[in-house]
Each structure stands twice: as C-alpha cells, then as structure tokens.
C-alpha cells in the first residue's frame, strides 16, 4: 500500500465524485457495497481510491 494515495490528498472532480464517495462509503459498510466495481478512463483515479480504500480498511480487515 501506498501511503501517499489516501483519501485526504485525492482530488476530487465531477468525473470521479461518485467513485469517491462509494469507495469513502465501502469503508464504512463493506457488506453494503459489495462488490464495488469501479471503472473509469486513464487518470481518473482508479488506483488511488482503491489504495485508499486499502489503507481505510486495512487496520481491520486482510487486504490484498
């Protein structure tokens, strides 16, 4: 995991609001939104929300 790719730092626009925060809220109820599938262009922040959804729920749960 990336310590540089959390949520606090991720920038946030109209193309990837709603990847935010479904992946902000995957966090909070795992089971709610599972399987959370994001898809989406090059840059969009793909690979960063998954890295901070890692970081968020690592503490508690195994991620690979």
Request: proline letters at 3%; hydrophobic letters at 35%.
């Amino acid at each position: 995991m990336d310590p540089n790719k959390s949520f606090e730092n991720f920038v946030i626009g109209k193309s990837n609001n709603l990847a935010y925060q479904a992946s902000q809220k995957v966090c909070e109820q795992i089971a709610h939104y599972n399987p959370l599938f994001i898809y989406g262009g090059i840059g969009m922040g793909k690979t960063h929300l998954l890295n901070s959804i890692g970081l968020e729920v690592g503490e508690s749960k195994k991620v690979m």
